[in-house]
């Protein structure tokens, strides 16, 4: 069975910083690409970032770029999220996602339950 | 980038057939995928690349797409597919995945 389980979510202050984990278990982690998907409190999914099987491959988007990073560890099946220069925006619940393939944001076929990150002074 | 257009909400008896849009996404896109998302749970795929159902989804959900716009079909609705709604798609241009703002199913 699938199984995808964020952690890290906190609430942190403006401007700081937060590191989330998901750990997997289930499949072949190193096979697949990885993903973080947010959810604003009552609104859509919005894509974040991507990283490739390898690790080689991330992608992110224009909102996170350069304050973000996503990483993993194959040999412990722990997907990263490190952020800075976090937001008010920021805020959400942030979903670990597992893509169908090698290559990141393509399909997402199994999803971990969330982690709340809160960005309030 | 682009952006995906859902109907914010549909409404539907029990019995009846649903059907939700999405479109706005480039001609060459390669396929569309829809996740259903019930309060406080994660979304899950229901309809992949177009019209492709994963093992332990309903018959009942069914995908189609025509020219630039994308349609999931909820046949015979029953009170447990009241969800949100997610379409789905990859970006080549940009390497990124693009979400609709998505779209509540209200089961009269």
């Known amino acids: 069975e699938v199984k995808l389980v964020e952690s890290g979510g906190d609430l942190v202050q403006p401007g700081g910083s937060l590191r989330l984990s998901c750990a997997a278990s289930g499949f072949g982690f190193s096979d697949y690409a990885m993903n973080w998907v947010r959810q604003a409190p009552g609104k859509g999914l919005e894509w974040v970032c991507g990283?490739?099987?390898?690790?080689?491959?991330?992608h992110y988007a224009d909102s996170v770029r350069g304050r973000f990073t996503i990483s993993r560890d194959n040999s412990k099946n722990t997907l990263y999220l490190q952020m800075s220069s976090l937001r008010a925006e920021d805020t959400a619940l942030y979903f670990c996602?597992?893509?169908?393939?090698?290559?990141?944001?393509?399909?997402?076929?199994?999803w971990g339950q969330g982690a709340l990150v809160t960005v309030s002074s | 980038s682009f952006v995906l257009t859902q109907p914010p909400s549909v409404s539907v008896a029990p019995g009846k057939t649903a059907s939700i849009t999405c479109g706005g996404y480039?001609?060459?896109?390669?396929?569309v995928h829809w996740y259903q998302q019930k309060p406080g749970q994660a979304p899950v795929v229901v309809i992949f690349y177009d019209s492709d159902r994963p093992s332990g989804i309903p018959e009942r959900f069914s995908g189609s797409r025509s020219g630039n716009t994308a349609t999931l079909t909820i046949s015979r609705v029953e009170p447990g597919d009241e969800a949100d709604y997610h379409c789905?798609?990859?970006?080549?241009?940009?390497?990124?995945?693009?979400f609709g703002g998505g779209t509540k199913l209200t089961v009269l």
């Open positions: 990283l490739s099987n390898s690790g080689g491959s991330t």
């Open positions: 789905q798609v990859w970006d080549s241009s940009s390497d990124h995945a693009v």
């Open positions: 480039a001609a060459g896109t390669k396929g």
């Open positions: 996602a597992k893509d169908e393939g090698g290559i990141a944001a393509r399909m997402f076929d199994y």
